[in-house]
Nanobody, 123 residues
Framework: VQLQASGGGLVQAGGSLRLSCSAS????????MGWFRQAPGKEREFVAT????????YYSESVKGRFTVSRDNAKNTLYLQMNSLKPEDTAVYYC?????????????????WGQGTQVTVSS
Protein backbone atom coordinates (compact mmCIF):
# COMPACT_ATOMS: atom_id res chain seq x y z
CA VAL A 1 0.00 0.00 0.00
CA GLN A 2 1.31 3.41 -0.91
CA LEU A 3 -0.03 6.50 0.81
CA GLN A 4 0.05 9.97 -0.68
CA ALA A 5 -0.63 12.86 1.69
CA SER A 6 -1.51 16.28 0.33
CA GLY A 7 -3.13 19.56 1.31
CA GLY A 8 -0.45 21.04 3.49
CA GLY A 9 0.74 24.61 3.15
CA LEU A 10 1.26 27.94 4.84
CA VAL A 11 -1.65 29.46 6.73
CA GLN A 12 -2.12 32.20 9.29
CA ALA A 13 -3.10 31.42 12.86
CA GLY A 14 -6.84 30.91 13.10
CA GLY A 15 -7.04 29.60 9.56
CA SER A 16 -7.98 26.19 8.21
CA LEU A 17 -6.50 23.45 6.08
CA ARG A 18 -7.79 20.11 4.88
CA LEU A 19 -5.32 17.28 4.49
CA SER A 20 -6.01 14.28 2.29
CA CYS A 21 -4.34 10.90 2.18
CA SER A 22 -4.94 8.65 -0.81
CA ALA A 23 -4.17 4.94 -0.59
CA SER A 24 -2.98 3.02 -3.62
CA UNK A 25 -5.33 0.12 -3.13
CA UNK A 26 -8.21 -1.13 -1.14
CA UNK A 27 -6.36 -2.68 1.74
CA UNK A 28 -6.88 0.43 3.82
CA UNK A 29 -10.68 0.11 3.60
CA UNK A 30 -10.70 -2.65 6.25
CA UNK A 31 -8.10 -1.04 8.46
CA UNK A 32 -7.98 1.74 10.97
CA MET A 33 -6.11 4.82 9.82
CA GLY A 34 -4.47 7.71 11.57
CA TRP A 35 -2.68 11.01 11.38
CA PHE A 36 0.56 11.78 13.16
CA ARG A 37 2.82 14.81 13.06
CA GLN A 38 6.43 15.69 13.73
CA ALA A 39 7.74 19.17 14.43
CA PRO A 40 11.45 20.05 14.02
CA GLY A 41 13.46 18.74 16.94
CA LYS A 42 10.50 16.87 18.40
CA GLU A 43 9.33 13.30 18.38
CA ARG A 44 6.47 12.16 16.20
CA GLU A 45 3.16 12.51 17.98
CA PHE A 46 -0.32 11.16 17.51
CA VAL A 47 -2.98 13.52 16.14
CA ALA A 48 -6.13 11.58 15.24
CA THR A 49 -7.34 8.13 14.33
CA UNK A 50 -10.43 6.52 12.83
CA UNK A 51 -11.70 2.95 12.62
CA UNK A 52 -12.43 1.22 9.34
CA UNK A 53 -16.15 1.97 9.50
CA UNK A 54 -15.50 5.61 10.21
CA UNK A 55 -17.70 5.77 13.28
CA UNK A 56 -15.05 5.60 15.96
CA UNK A 57 -12.62 8.47 16.18
CA TYR A 58 -10.08 9.55 18.75
CA TYR A 59 -8.01 12.73 19.03
CA SER A 60 -5.07 14.00 20.96
CA GLU A 61 -5.97 16.55 23.60
CA SER A 62 -4.05 19.25 21.76
CA VAL A 63 -6.30 19.08 18.67
CA LYS A 64 -9.61 17.93 20.11
CA GLY A 65 -12.41 20.28 19.14
CA ARG A 66 -10.37 21.84 16.31
CA PHE A 67 -9.51 18.90 14.05
CA THR A 68 -11.86 16.37 12.48
CA VAL A 69 -10.76 13.06 10.97
CA SER A 70 -12.90 11.31 8.37
CA ARG A 71 -12.58 8.78 5.59
CA ASP A 72 -14.18 7.78 2.32
CA ASN A 73 -13.59 4.08 1.79
CA ALA A 74 -15.04 4.18 -1.72
CA LYS A 75 -12.24 6.58 -2.64
CA ASN A 76 -9.59 4.98 -0.41
CA THR A 77 -9.01 8.41 1.10
CA LEU A 78 -8.45 9.69 4.61
CA TYR A 79 -9.02 13.33 5.56
CA LEU A 80 -8.05 15.69 8.34
CA GLN A 81 -9.96 18.96 8.59
CA MET A 82 -7.94 21.39 10.66
CA ASN A 83 -9.61 24.53 11.96
CA SER A 84 -8.48 27.28 14.33
CA LEU A 85 -4.88 26.47 13.54
CA LYS A 86 -2.16 27.58 15.93
CA PRO A 87 1.58 28.10 15.38
CA GLU A 88 2.22 25.04 17.54
CA ASP A 89 0.41 22.93 14.93
CA THR A 90 3.34 23.52 12.58
CA ALA A 91 4.77 20.13 11.63
CA VAL A 92 5.05 17.52 8.93
CA TYR A 93 1.82 15.53 8.98
CA TYR A 94 1.85 11.82 8.18
CA CYS A 95 -1.00 9.46 7.44
CA UNK A 96 -0.80 5.79 8.25
CA UNK A 97 -2.69 2.51 7.95
CA UNK A 98 -3.12 0.41 11.07
CA UNK A 99 -2.64 -3.34 11.22
CA UNK A 100 -6.09 -3.86 12.65
CA UNK A 101 -9.57 -2.58 11.91
CA UNK A 102 -9.73 -0.20 14.85
CA UNK A 103 -8.14 3.19 15.10
CA UNK A 104 -5.33 3.51 17.61
CA UNK A 105 -3.03 6.26 18.92
CA UNK A 106 -0.11 3.81 19.13
CA UNK A 107 2.30 4.46 16.27
CA UNK A 108 3.72 0.94 16.58
CA UNK A 109 0.34 -0.44 15.55
CA UNK A 110 0.63 1.06 12.07
CA UNK A 111 2.07 -0.83 9.13
CA UNK A 112 2.11 1.67 6.28
CA TRP A 113 3.11 5.33 6.34
CA GLY A 114 2.80 8.16 3.85
CA GLN A 115 5.59 10.54 2.97
CA GLY A 116 4.21 13.50 4.90
CA THR A 117 2.93 16.95 4.04
CA GLN A 118 4.22 20.17 5.59
CA VAL A 119 1.84 22.39 7.54
CA THR A 120 3.15 25.79 8.62
CA VAL A 121 1.06 28.14 10.74
CA SER A 122 2.29 31.70 11.06
CA SER A 123 1.47 33.91 14.03
Amino acid sequence: VQLQASGGGLVQAGGSLRLSCSASRRTSSNNGMGWFRQAPGKEREFVATIGWRGGDTYYSESVKGRFTVSRDNAKNTLYLQMNSLKPEDTAVYYCAVARGSAGTPNARSYQYWGQGTQVTVSS
